[in-house]
């Protein structure tokens, strides 16, 4: 077994040099695509382009020391937090609800799956257009059911005025990210060994405390996990509040990447806009190590 055990390890090895040159066009393609972009979009941050203009001059940070003198640029940050922050919560606390019940389903648990993450596999861009359909004030489906229902005696304005607005994009964020949390979810409860909840019922636990000591300590890891993704990507996220509000009503539901958007290309400011989404990178850099090292480490465990 001893001469066996140094064969495998001579040929993993050999594998591991060898294969170094094979990870070079990637690594080639992702200097060109991540690395290169990345870093030019640095360097316009630093000067004053602007579109059109046939001289671009070098400023520093004075981008960015611009904005962090503008109150709408620290109103922005918040509703951006705010936005990100809602969807992980009530995106973990629905899925939540949402894989554990599609646990406890047998008969078509597959279709069910399946049907749930609708929201997520249509395009952004449809899906909101059709929330906004959905949210109009005049014509709106939401409108006209809650008036059927005697809930309101007027028509409200979901998207014209705060809060209503701020609460409408998060409503569709939450709508989009559910099934994602729910399906994972899903995924990480098939794990756990189902001799633990019998070893528990003969103890006498109840489903509550089933789901506090065995379940959710044995899905802690994967909602940390996809919350912190989740969290970024919503951070980074153009398309809803754009299609449903552009910002708007008087900034209510400004988010950095929307006035980054409406900076650089609106206004021709590109210099300026760059530096908005780039600000908030200290904030990102961290979440991003963390998900990077709980990846490696379960990578190195399974190992």
Do not use: C
Not at 105 to 115: D, E, P, Q, S, T
Request: charged residues 10%.
């Amino acid at each position: 077994m001893s001469e066996i055990s140094r064969s495998i390890n001579r040929f993993y090895q050999k594998m591991s040099k060898s294969s170094t040159p094979l990870v070079l066009p990637s690594a080639f393609v992702i200097l060109v695509l991540v690395a290169f972009p990345f870093g030019y979009a640095v360097w316009m941050s630093l000067t004053n382009h602007t579109v059109g203009s046939l001289t671009t001059d070098f400023v520093g940070f004075s981008n960015y020391l611009k904005w962090f003198k503008r109150p709408d640029y620290w109103q922005t940050l918040l509703n951006t937090l705010i936005f990100a922050g809602s969807t992980v919560v009530f995106g973990i606390l629905f899925g939540l609800a949402i894989g554990l019940s599609l646990h406890k389903i047998k008969f078509l648990r597959n279709l069910w799956g399946g049907a749930i993450l609708v929201p997520w596999i249509i395009p952004t861009v449809v899906s909101v257009l059709i929330w906004s359909w959905i949210f109009n004030p005049i014509a709106g489906v939401l409108n006209y059911m809650l008036r059927e229902l005697a809930i309101i005696s007027q028509d409200i304005n979901w998207l014209g005025a705060f809060p209503m607005a701020l609460i409408s994009v998060i409503i569709v964020s939450v709508w989009r990210y559910t099934p994602y949390f729910g399906v994972v979810i899903l995924a990480a409860r098939k794990q756990v060994d189902e001799q633990l909840y019998e070893a528990s019922v003969i103890d006498g636990a109840n489903g509550m405390q089933q789901f506090w000591n065995i379940t959710l300590p044995s899905v802690s890891k994967i909602i940390m996990l996809t919350s912190t993704l989740v969290f970024v990507r919503v951070v980074s996220d153009f398309s809803v509040v754009y299609v449903l509000t552009r910002g708007g009503p008087s900034g209510a539901t400004q988010i950095i990447t929307v006035l980054s958007f409406m900076v650089a290309f609106d206004a021709g400011k590109m210099g300026l806009g760059i530096a908005v989404p780039l600000s908030v990178m200290p904030l990102l850099v961290p979440l991003i190590l963390v998900v990077t090292g709980i990846m490696v480490k379960n990578l190195m465990a399974k190992r």
